[in-house]
């Protein structure tokens, strides 16, 4: 079994104590954790006022902060503004940071830019891995991995299932990637055609949970590099909306991800 990852995004609005407490209540390995303001909900940032309180709950539990989320490469500015961000990461433990280029269209700056994030993290003990998002100006996985060749820095890609198929891309698409550079897999599911004007709220509000759709998840996962920590990605504004608390939406979350596991097996 890999190592799972309970993603913030999969709990909505939830503080990242709620976060803690519900990963570790339903047995996973690690979470993501949102540092970088603003968050796409009010409560899930791990602000400086609340570190001390998230380093207590980790250092009670079993629970690792795998990556924190999330940054975009759109202006050298911002990256000078994600530094508390980024040394509030690595107090926390976590292993890497995740990256975006979700507004930036200038490929040669987008490339400078991941170059000079990535050692920036380094300067962190973080590495950094780049997540091609739907609707962002890198949204393919094979447009991720060439802005990682243009920007000569040693990044990995988070492979996520819904952004490979409301990009546009396809299971084909898991072998342009050289060995190695996916470094985490994400986990959801949803119908396998979409209105494009719903995909935006389906990625941050609406998806399904593993097996749940049509996503072809079992031929991605044998595709992917079986080494990396799995996380599942689902926000589920429904489950939240019937009454679930987060964890009982994180042990639906975990048997959901170990049933598409033993297809596998």
Sequence with gaps: MPRLSLDSLTLTDTTPMALIAAAAAAGFDTISMWVQEPALYPSPTCTAARLDDCLRLLADSQVAVETIEVFDLHSAAALDS???ALERGARLGAGTALVLNYSNPDRAM?????ARFAAMAREHGLGTNLEPVAGGKTHTLVQARDLILASGADVGITLDPHHLIRGGGSLADIA???AGMIRYVQLCDGPAVIAPELAATEAIA???YPGEG???????LRLAPGDVTIGIEC???TRVRGGRSPTEQAIEARAAMEAVLAKIA
């Design 206 to 208: 609406d998806r399904l």
């Design 176 to 178: 342009e990637i050289p």
């Design 110 to 114: 987008s490339a400078d830019l991941l």
């Design 235 to 237: 926000p589920s504004l």
């Design 214 to 220: 049509d996503f072809p998840l079992v031929e991605m």
């Design 82 to 84: 994600y530094r508390p």
